[in-house]
């Protein structure tokens, strides 16, 4: 029985002794009462006062030995605190790459601000909700690259995907949508992992149209190394707000063009590794998918507690006892001849 956070009673029954102490309290003043001896008077005037030292002792005994009952059942109840440390250890880790499409149509507005910075805000959230789990992430456009290898330290992952800047990979990577060397490149970060449970998600908005490495290829390595795949299609249905020029000033020039993600190629790699296809059309569906993967991926904690007990049952033991001695004493001494 819980009394507390650090508390309990191993034995909470034996309280119900408690219920002996009024019950008791009553049949001792009854009793009492009826075995005084009576004598009568017509005047008592000549005796004095029979409020005595020893005649107001009486209660006090009697209250003595039911402080004691109820001491001796709080002991039986057994009161003890408890101290409980709790070691976890991961039993089954999952390392998890992201493989993130940084092509100029990530800019396209349809989600809020646009496409990629919605797409690192969830990613982020991801992260922080799997403190067991380690993350690398990859970038591709034309051609791939890895941004973060495997690593448990997630704070270095999270700062990395913050720091994805089109304008600084514009002229760094060939344009293009290359999913066959981000997936590839995914593959090759995952393949001498020895965790349990190896997974990569690739998010794309586009149609494979460039890259040295066709998607099949990376589909079937992803296969041979036993790597999960869940795959996300970024973008509405229809039209899209997407970047087709560059001001002289550097800002982009928006003109509504068609969306258009290849959902066929991208459901035959989530099917064929064990997967699933997502298509994420605004904000609030990929945060959901996101929390859909969250669920399905989880890392396997095994904890274990340990217990300290610190019993507290021997003072109210060590009292009872010293109260019923007293009692003892004062009633076979002192007031020896008058109880």
Known sequence: M?????????????LLLLLLVPVLA??????????????????????????????????????????????ISL???????????????????????????????????????NRLEALKKTAINFIKKRPNDRFGVVLYAGEAFTQVPITS????????????????????????????????????????????????????????NTGEIDPNTALELAKEFGIKVYT???????????????????????QNAKVEIDENLLKKIAKETGGRYFRATDNRKLNKIYKEIDKLEKTEIKETKYYNYKELYR????????????????RYTWMKSFV
């Open 315 to 330: 003072p109210y033991v060590l009292i009872a006892i010293g109260l019923i001695f007293l009692t003892g004493l004062i």
């Open 26 to 71: 009553i049949w001792l003043y009854r009793n009492r009462y009826n075995e005084r001896a009576k004598f009568l008077y017509s005047d008592i005037a000549s005796f004095g006062s029979f409020k005595t030292i020893k005649n107001k002792m009486l209660p006090l005994l009697t209250g003595l030995v039911l402080i004691s009952l109820a001491l």
């Open 153 to 208: 330290d997630q704070r270095v992952v999270m700062q990395a995907i913050r720091k994805i800047n089109f304008n600084q990979l514009f002229n760094q990577l060939e344009q293009g949508t290359a999913i066959g060397m981000g997936l590839a490149t995914a593959v090759n970060r995952l393949k001498d992992s020895k965790a349990k449970s190896k997974v990569i998600i690739l998010m794309t908005d586009g149609v494979n």
């Open 232 to 254: 996300i299609g970024l973008g509405t249905n229809g039209y899209a707000p997407t970047p087709v020029g560059l001001r002289p000033d550097g800002s982009f020039v928006y």
């Open 2 to 14: 819980k009394l507390l956070d650090h508390y309990e009673l191993y034995t909470p029954y034996a």
């Open 75 to 113: 002991g039986i109840a057994r009161p003890r605190s408890v101290d409980v440390t709790a070691k976890t250890k991961k039993t089954k880790g999952i390392d998890i790459m992201l493989a993130v499409d940084v092509s100029a149509s990530m800019l396209a507005r349809d989600l809020k601000p």
